[in-house]
């Protein structure tokens, strides 16, 4: 029953490409949507998936209204019901957790469970508040479907939406959609995420279907009915639905019923047939410029697709020889990538003759494509090697390293000294342990991994990239005389910024470095326009860390964390003030001023009034919207002043410059 379970799984993930055939003496699928408004078989197919489920439905006149936007008590109701806990998150609904989410609101429970409940998948505003009734963007709805899935701020790192956005890339949750973080999501383009969602994995590797529930064995469903269940030629007698509806698009389709614990049908997920739909867990290395050999393959026949190289749109004639090559049913597109990294082979599972993970880049694990085992298993931890990475960031082969696939990795170092890859339009964070990324905040890398040799810290190979910028013109989207995509990817410092965020002309002197592809335009921008000078109120974290240069020795440096992503890293000799709330002042990469913040210890609730205000030495002090709350029990930075004030019965305050900077809980 596994191997069938995880053959299944591989057919599902080509749910959306294209509409099942069935054989020759069985009914032909429907035409016609459930929903009369919906015209795109993609956005169709996935509705339909999701009202089986119970997880969304029509209006009062059966409409879906694909094209209106989603608030965000709306899309919580979406992730509780997808979640099977509509009967657990009544037991939320007397409670008031936001003040504009009374226990009146038609939400409440399914906000409160998301917010309270087991897995605790959304957070408030820094003012305490929630917004349910505020459009959801479509960062903050791939931060809670990604939190569905296991993974944690830990994960994403201290950029958002950034950092989740690139994890919604690789774990498969955002395929299909480009759209920036501040964005509003339509209800069609929801539908898509969650569809993404439910055949992605966990972060611990399951499939997400699994945790919701079994799929049968493969068979056709031949009718759908409220009363009698859902019919298949299996179960002729039907199967009790646990959201029951009337009629699908799905009848007279192959494919396999969830059910969950009490063997009721949650959904029924049709199956691609006959080859259609193309290869999931594959990828074409192109053998030459512009070749198609293998794509056919590849797409499974498809026609009328678009290319897509390092996330911007090109054509065929653009590629290049190694370039790998994945197709996406869901939008009809190959997704290109031409990232070579050239890397130390350090280890792999389950073994080097078939590896399907593998460990380089200084402890970083990456995933081996099937149709890519062949070409590893030439090599042997211990050898060097040049990685072809697809746009997901998987392993799509292995070359000798003798200039035959010359490597072209380019990396980007946050201010924190994380080192992100850029992969086919998508960032890959690495480990890189052993690497020295002292004083590389906010550079582009070219990024080489060596063999160990005898010198030590000289395993990799970082050499800052500079150049191609010109003015750039951000109303006529030029930069000099060559045009910029609209496409374009912007970092400043390592963040990456939305183009919305920047007006007129950005001079040559604050662009580090512009690549130009294949059409001649800009799609790759490093801007040099943050700074670490200013002051900064936050929590003081002392580190030693060893130079490149054998003859220095340890460096020490201190990092002040303002809780908001805001961070200065600066090399430091004076006292250990680690751990301790500071205000500091940071001018041309030195700490001119660091001083300990004044604490009020043990503030009790009867102190504040409200979460805008605080009474301190008899005197009434603001409290900002957005003051950093920190949790000293779990060592992490906390989402308001209300999640604050309900996690302890007293709080600590720290304050300078007339002003309360920060918040701490816990510790004793």
Same mark, same amino acid.
């Given at each position: 029953?596994?191997?069938?379970?995880?053959?299944?799984?591989?057919?599902?993930?080509?749910?959306?490409?294209?509409?099942?055939?069935?054989? =020759?003496?069985?009914?032909?699928?429907?035409?016609? @949507? &459930?929903?009369?408004?919906?015209?795109?078989?993609?956005?169709? !197919?996935?509705?339909?998936?999701?009202?089986?489920?119970?997880?969304?439905?029509?209006?009062?006149?059966?409409?879906?209204?694909?094209?209106?936007?989603?608030?965000?008590?709306?899309?919580?109701?979406?992730?509780?019901?997808?979640?099977?806990?509509?009967?657990?998150?009544?037991?939320?609904?007397?409670?008031?957790?936001?003040?504009?989410?009374?226990?009146?609101?038609?939400?409440?429970?399914?906000?409160?469970?998301?917010?309270?409940?087991?897995?605790?998948?959304?957070?408030?505003?820094?003012?305490?508040?929630?917004?349910?009734?505020?459009?959801?963007?479509?960062?903050?709805?791939?931060?809670?479907?990604? !939190?569905?899935?296991?993974?944690?701020? =830990?994960?994403?790192?201290?950029?958002?939406?950034?950092?989740?956005?690139?994890?919604?890339?690789?774990?498969?949750?955002?395929?299909?959609? &480009?759209?920036?973080?501040?964005? /509003?999501?339509?209800?069609?383009?929801?539908?898509?995420?969650?569809?993404?969602?439910?055949?992605?994995?966990?972060?611990?590797?399951?499939?997400? +279907?699994?945790?919701?529930?079994?799929?049968?064995?493969?068979?056709?469903?031949?009718?759908?009915?409220?009363?009698?269940?859902?019919?298949?030629?299996?179960?002729?007698? *039907?199967?009790?639905?646990?959201?029951?509806?009337?009629?699908?698009?799905?009848?007279?389709?192959?494919?396999?019923?969830?059910?969950?614990?009490?063997?009721?049908?949650?959904?029924?997920?049709?199956?691609?047939?006959?080859?259609?739909?193309?290869?999931?867990?594959?990828?074409?290395?192109?053998?030459?410029?512009?070749?198609?050999?293998?794509?056919?393959?590849?797409?499974?026949?498809?026609?009328?697709?678009?290319?897509?190289?390092?996330?911007?749109?090109?054509?065929?004639?653009?590629?290049? !020889?190694?370039?790998?090559?994945?197709?996406?049913?869901?939008?009809?597109?190959?997704?290109?990538?031409?990232?070579?990294?050239?890397?130390?082979?350090?280890?792999?599972?389950?073994?080097?003759? @078939?590896?399907?993970?593998?460990?380089?880049?200084?402890?970083?694990?990456?995933?081996?494509?099937?149709?890519?085992?062949?070409?590893?298993?030439?090599? !042997?931890?211990?050898?060097?090697?040049?990685?072809?990475? =697809?746009?997901?960031?998987?392993?799509?082969? /292995?070359?000798?390293?003798?200039?035959?696939?010359?490597?072209?990795? +380019?990396?980007?170092?946050?201010?924190?000294?994380?080192?992100?890859?850029?992969?086919?339009?998508?960032?890959?964070?690495?480990?890189?342990?052993?690497?020295?990324?002292? *004083?590389?905040?906010?550079?582009?890398?070219?990024?080489?991994?060596?063999?160990?040799?005898?010198?030590?810290?000289?395993?990799?190979?970082?050499?800052?990239?500079?150049?191609?910028?010109?003015?750039?013109?951000?109303?006529?989207?030029?930069?000099?005389?060559?045009?910029?995509?609209?496409?374009?990817?912007?970092?400043?410092?390592?963040?990456?910024?939305?183009?919305?965020?920047?007006?007129?002309?950005?001079?040559?002197?604050?662009?580090?470095?512009?690549?130009?592809?294949?059409?001649?335009?800009?799609?790759?921008?490093?801007?040099?326009?943050?700074?670490?000078?200013?002051?900064?109120?936050?929590?003081?974290? +002392?580190?030693?860390?060893?130079?490149?240069?054998?003859?220095?020795?340890?460096?020490?440096?201190?990092?002040?964390?303002?809780?908001?992503?805001?961070?200065?890293?600066?090399?430091?000799?004076?006292?250990?003030?680690?751990?301790?709330?500071?205000?500091?002042?940071?001018?041309?990469?030195?700490?001119?001023?660091?001083?300990?913040?004044?604490?009020?210890?043990?503030?009790?609730?009867?102190?504040?009034?409200?979460?805008?205000?605080?009474?301190?030495?008899?005197?009434?002090?603001?409290?900002?919207?957005?003051?950093?709350?920190?949790?000293?029990?779990?060592?992490?930075?906390?989402?308001?002043?209300?999640?604050?004030?309900?996690?302890?019965?007293?709080?600590?305050?720290?304050?300078?410059?007339?002003?309360?900077?920060?918040?701490?809980?816990?510790?004793?």
């Amino acid at each position: 029953m596994k191997k069938i379970w995880i053959t299944m799984l591989l057919a599902l993930a080509l749910l959306l490409g294209t509409v099942p055939v069935s054989g =020759a003496s069985r009914t032909p699928p429907p035409t016609g @949507a &459930s929903f009369p408004d919906i015209s795109d078989p993609d956005t169709a !197919r996935s509705a339909e998936l999701l009202r089986l489920m119970g997880v969304l439905q029509g209006d009062e006149r059966g409409l879906f209204r694909p094209a209106e936007g989603l608030t965000r008590a709306q899309f919580c109701k979406m992730c509780v019901a997808l979640l099977g806990r509509r009967d657990e998150a009544t037991r939320f609904a007397g409670r008031t957790i936001f003040p504009d989410v009374r226990g009146e609101h038609w939400a409440a429970a399914y906000v409160n469970y998301a917010a309270a409940g087991e897995l605790r998948f959304v957070h408030g505003r820094p003012d305490g508040s929630f917004g349910p009734d505020e459009s959801i963007t479509y960062g903050e709805a791939v931060t809670i479907l990604l !939190r569905l899935l296991g993974y944690s701020d =830990a994960d994403a790192g201290p950029y958002w939406p950034e950092g989740y956005l690139s994890l919604a890339r690789s774990a498969g949750v955002s395929e299909g959609l &480009s759209l920036g973080g501040d964005d /509003a999501i339509r209800r069609s383009q929801a539908a898509a995420l969650f569809r993404n969602c439910l055949f992605a994995r966990t972060r611990e590797g399951e499939s997400f +279907l699994e945790t919701l529930g079994t799929l049968s064995e493969e068979t056709v469903l031949l009718r759908v009915n409220g009363r009698e269940g859902l019919v298949t030629e299996a179960q002729p007698e *039907g199967i009790p639905m646990a959201w029951p509806v009337e009629g699908s698009i799905f009848e007279g389709l192959p494919g396999c019923v969830l059910t969950d614990a009490a063997g009721r049908a949650l959904s029924f997920l049709p199956a691609a047939r006959n080859g259609s739909g193309g290869q999931p867990d594959a990828a074409v290395v192109l053998s030459a410029d512009g070749s198609e050999l293998g794509l056919d393959t590849l797409t499974g026949g498809a026609v009328g697709w678009q290319v897509w190289r390092n996330g911007v749109p090109s054509a065929l004639s653009e590629l290049r !020889r190694f370039d790998v090559v994945q197709y996406r049913p869901s939008d009809n597109t190959l997704q290109v990538s031409d990232t070579r990294v050239a890397v130390y082979y350090e280890d792999c599972s389950p073994s080097p003759s @078939a590896p399907e993970e593998i460990e380089v880049l200084g402890g970083t694990y990456l995933t081996v494509l099937p149709t890519a085992r062949e070409s590893l298993s030439r090599f !042997r931890p211990g050898d060097t090697m040049v990685l072809l990475l =697809a746009a997901d960031g998987r392993v799509a082969g /292995a070359m000798p390293s003798d200039g035959e696939a010359e490597e072209n990795a +380019l990396a980007l170092v946050d201010l924190d000294g994380g080192v992100r890859l850029l992969c086919g339009g998508g960032l890959l964070p690495l480990t890189l342990n052993g690497a020295n990324t002292l *004083g590389l905040g906010g550079e582009l890398l070219r990024l080489r991994q060596k063999a160990p040799g005898s010198v030590p810290n000289k395993q990799f190979r970082l050499e800052r990239q500079s150049g191609g910028g010109a003015a750039w013109d951000t109303a006529a989207m030029t930069m000099g005389k060559f045009p910029v995509s609209p496409y374009v990817q912007i970092f400043d410092h390592g963040k990456k910024i939305d183009r919305k965020q920047l007006s007129g002309t950005v001079p040559a002197a604050q662009i580090s470095y512009a690549r130009r592809n294949g059409q001649g335009e800009v799609d790759l921008v490093v801007l040099n326009t943050a700074s670490q000078d200013g002051v900064y109120y936050g929590l003081a974290r +002392l580190s030693v860390e060893m130079s490149d240069d054998p003859w220095l020795g340890e460096l020490h440096f201190l990092t002040v964390d303002c809780g908001n992503g805001r961070t200065a890293k600066v090399q430091y000799m004076g006292s250990s003030p680690d751990g301790v709330f500071v205000r500091a002042e940071v001018r041309r990469e030195r700490y001119t001023a660091l001083e300990e913040m004044t604490e009020y210890k043990d503030i009790p609730a009867s102190a504040w009034l409200g979460d805008g205000a605080v009474m301190l030495e008899g005197l009434t002090r603001p409290v900002p919207a957005d003051l950093p709350c920190y949790n000293r029990d779990t060592g992490r930075w906390m989402t308001g002043v209300a999640a604050a004030k309900a996690y302890s019965e007293t709080v600590d305050l720290y304050t300078a410059d007339g002003a309360i900077r920060v918040l701490a809980v816990g510790g004793r």
